[in-house]
């Protein structure tokens, strides 16, 4: 049964994650609604690709609840067998876009995209390569299942991968700085995309990101981590209108403010 | 990562379901044809020298008629087994290590991950199955290579009489010299796929190729190690 529009995907409850000395995340609360599509800024280095693997337990935070759909992914200790069959079972609910594309090296696109439904469906092989099509259809790439990725440019990589993130149309979409190393053509692109997705398959999308561009366009929820510390977060509507210091100077790109890299 | 815990969840990936049989046939493949090549020039060239120094030696005592109880003590029970796993497992723990550690660094493993399937079920058990089933099949082909050469040398090229190597070779070579020749590839295959695993799967992201590269050279250098180590144990154990 799909869920209500209105109930939470994912709530973090005081997630705190540190490296050595090193705070990356600083008791971070935030709620996620079923079907919005939630884009998280922050300059590089402050935590926001830490944030994204602990959504999905490949890191555990040292402090604080990670609830996906009221299961607390924080909880489920991979190292354990129970909690490592648990924690696949529930990372079946997501898909996720990797900065670098993440593509299998062995195998060709075709397969790459098949790769889950082939892995999770009873689905025949027939039904796959249709489904394989449709999808590389939808992110402008029909015709290059025999392609070895190594033969595509990034932003082709990139759609690929977006294409095998939605092959099991997961309810959940993350997403690990999509436009970074891509040109506004091909960012907009990929914008357009991620909304056409969210309109015709009513997925919830986590965009990671530092491409305030993007974020205008794409967000119904914004947040902006800064030094581990999550500065603002609400609908987008109403962080823009607040004008929170830190977002402002993220947005006008300026080094006059509340962030400081230097 | 530890190497203990490693091991540990290797060892339950490995023996709860059967691997992916086109992933085992794949390892399986290259790690066995792909080696018998290098493994058939190496231990014809072994095999050779083991009778010309044995030769050398006994020749001076007037014992030239006890090379084929030598070549058949040094050769089957140690320098063939043990050369094939040291030549076959730097090439096979070469090829696991760095295709793991490039699996990680770009975050491929991760991405299994996130899809709900278990990288040790899917890439590290089918290649333990893959080393443990291909090694001892190795070091038996080994075997054949070696002596055959050494027979070659000593019968052809020095003239030891054929009939008197060929029955020191039977009586020397039992049965059990073979099974173990057999057990020690099955213990030297799995030792080098899982230390090859471990150091490919443990590669950091942020080492990038160089990690890669560090991968490996541990991977080769750590497994060619214990195969010595644990040979010397196993002879200790068995024939001292």
């Known amino acids: ?262 | 990562m530890s190497f203990v815990w490693f091991v540990r969840h290797a060892l339950v990936a490995q023996f709860s379901r059967l691997p992916p049989a086109e992933q085992f046939l794949r390892h399986a493949v290259d790690a066995g044809v792909g080696s018998v090549a290098l493994l058939t020039l190496l231990i014809f060239f072994a095999g050779m020298s083991l009778a010309v120094q044995g030769y050398g030696a006994f020749v001076r005592m007037g014992g030239q008629e006890f090379l084929g109880l030598f070549c058949g003590i040094g050769g089957v029970r140690e320098l063939f087994p043990v050369m094939a796993a040291i030549v076959c497992g730097a090439r096979i723990g070469a090829n696991l290590a760095a295709s793991l550690a490039n699996m990680q660094i770009s975050e491929q493993i991760e991405a299994l991950s996130v899809m709900g399937i278990d990288p040790m079920r899917y890439l590290v058990a089918p290649r333990l199955w893959a080393v443990v089933f291909t090694m001892p099949l190795l070091c038996a082909y080994a075997d054949v290579v070696g002596l055959s050469a050494s027979y070659f040398a000593a019968v052809v090229q020095l003239g030891v009489d054929q009939g008197t190597f060929s029955a020191q070779l039977r009586e020397i070579i039992r049965w059990q010299d073979l099974a173990v020749g057999v057990g020690k590839g099955v213990a030297f295959g799995w030792l080098v796929a899982i230390i090859a695993c471990y150091h490919g799967y443990r590669a950091a992201k942020q080492e990038g190729a160089a990690g890669v590269g560090v991968a490996t050279n541990r991977a080769i250098v750590h497994s060619t190690v214990v195969c010595i180590v644990l040979n010397m144990i196993l002879s200790a154990i068995l024939y001292a």
């Open chain 1, 1 to 262: 049964m799909p869920e209500p529009i209105t109930a939470p995907a994912i709530e973090l409850d005081g997630v705190s994650k540190a490296f050595g000395a090193n705070k990356v995340l600083d008791d971070v609360s935030l709620t996620v609604r079923h079907g919005s599509i939630m884009v998280m800024l922050g300059p590089s280095g402050t935590g926001k690709s830490v944030l994204l693997r602990c959504l999905v337990g490949l890191l555990r935070p040292d402090a604080g609840r990670v609830l996906v759909y009221g299961e607390d992914v924080a909880a489920l200790d991979e190292s354990r067998p129970r909690d490592r069959a648990r924690l696949f079972a529930l990372r079946r609910r997501f898909g996720m876009l990797f900065q670098d594309g993440a593509l299998f090296d062995d195998m060709d696109v075709g397969d790459n995209v098949a790769f889950p439904m082939r892995m999770h469906t009873d689905l025949s092989e027939a039904q796959i390569r249709a489904k394989v099509a449709d999808k590389l259809r939808r992110v402008g790439l029909s015709g290059v299942e025999r392609k070895a990725p190594s033969e595509l440019s990034g932003g082709m990589r990139k759609r690929v991968a977006f294409a095998r993130a939605i092959a099991l149309e997961p309810d959940i979409v993350l997403c690990d700085e999509p436009s970074s190393g891509l040109d506004p053509v091909m960012s907009a692109t990929l914008d357009e995309l991620i909304l056409e997705l969210h309109r015709t398959l009513g997925m919830t999308f986590i965009v990671i990101s530092h491409d305030t561009a993007e974020a205008k366009k794409i967000a119904d929820t914004i947040g902006l981590l800064a030094s581990g510390k999550l500065v603002t977060y609400g609908p987008a509507a109403d962080v823009f209108a607040e004008g929170q210091p830190a977002l402002r100077q993220f947005f006008e790109r300026s080094t006059e403010g509340p962030i400081r890299v230097l």
